[in-house]
């Protein structure tokens, strides 16, 4: 048998512009899609409208001991799961304040830690922390924390009152008194200049050199020892200061090998000591205030006895004032109190 299979019509149908006929769409309110409110027939909506009238089912029921989820049972308060407010034990059979206190539920109002103290380095005092609470770490310090306070040095630990100006005011010697003449002819430093000064060059003199030319009694020679500088030389024209700065020395108990007390001029010793190159970290200058100050100047100019970083610091009276410049020497601080002024030299 022949397969005799029909052409397929490939012919487009032609376009009609008339419109289809749509069937029409299901919906379950209704043959229509859309239902006006007004219409007379119940709304399909499972909201109805509440009768004030109509009991009202209580859908709440307490938990019972059973669990069973599946019964629904009117409420019945339980008396052995929940007590009503009437049953609640009155205020007199409650514990008392101290029992609470000693089994820790209750801390009183001046007991409790308060919010802003801060007594301790690694705890963070806050308002949620009790008594057995342990202390909160705060985030920004360190996580272990060294034991115990730290140590200080014996003079630190009961440190003594300054009273005089004849006293040395800090360091392992603060307190002790210096001896000195009763001539009007020599002026100590005063005690806030001396402050202030070791105050600005407190880095400098620790484990340095000191020079204390023309040093008087060897009050500030005797403050750079006592600050931690490792050896002082003290020079001084007059004998008889000479001697002072020698018992003042044996009362601090300073060793020999700590301190130079020199008897000359502070020229010919400058000279003296650029021949043997002795250098020194901090060299104080005082002289007297009718006195000349360019010739030694310009020899600490010069680099005689300073080191490379080395420091000069010139007390003078308030109305003298000093070049900027001065060989190699470069100011870098004045300070003025009342009639006396300290100027601040560096090597550059």
Not at 267 to 293: C, E, G, T
Request: hydrophobic share 25%; with cysteine.
């Amino acid at each position: 048998m022949e397969n005799q299979n029909k052409e397929e019509d490939k012919t487009q149908n032609p376009v009609s512009r008339e419109k289809t006929a749509e069937k029409p769409r299901e919906s379950y309110h209704g043959t229509k899609s859309f239902q006006p409110r007004n219409d007379s027939r119940p709304r399909p909506s499972s909201f109805q409208k509440r009768d004030d009238n109509r009991p009202r089912p209580n859908n709440f029921q307490p938990r019972s001991d059973n669990r069973n989820f599946g019964e629904r049972k009117s409420f019945t308060p339980n008396p052995g799961t929940r007590k009503s407010i009437t049953s609640m034990p009155s205020f007199t059979d409650r514990k008392s304040f101290e029992e609470r206190k000693k089994s820790g539920q209750y801390i009183p109002y001046t007991e409790r830690k308060e919010v802003n103290e801060r007594k301790n380095v690694g705890e963070r005092k806050d308002f949620r922390e009790t008594r057995n609470s342990p202390p909160i770490r705060s985030s920004f310090q360190p996580k272990f924390q060294p034991k115990g306070k730290p140590k200080l040095k014996p003079w630190e630990e009961n440190p003594i009152p300054i009273v005089s100006e004849m006293q040395l005011t800090d360091g392992k010697h603060r307190g002790k008194y210096v001896k000195t003449t009763e001539s009007q002819k020599v002026r100590p430093t005063a005690r806030r200049i001396r402050e202030v000064m070791f105050r600005l060059i407190y880095r400098r003199v620790k484990f340095s050199r000191f020079l204390d030319l023309c040093a008087g009694s060897g009050m500030v020679g005797l403050e750079a020892l006592s600050r931690g500088a490792v050896a002082t030389t003290f020079v001084e024209r007059s004998a008889k200061m000479c001697s002072f700065i020698k018992k003042n020395l044996e009362t601090c108990g300073v060793k020999d090998g700590h301190c130079e007390v020199e008897e000359i001029e502070v020229v010919p010793f400058l000279m003296r000591a650029n021949k043997k190159k002795r250098q020194w970290d901090v060299i104080y200058f005082d002289p007297p205030y009718d006195s000349n100050y360019e010739e030694v100047l310009e020899l600490l100019g010069k680099g005689f006895g300073l080191s490379a970083k080395g420091c000069v610091v010139v007390e003078h009276h308030s109305e003298m004032f000093f070049p900027e410049f001065i060989g190699c020497l470069q100011r870098f601080k004045v300070i003025v109190n009342g009639e006396t002024a300290l100027t601040f030299f560096e090597r550059k």
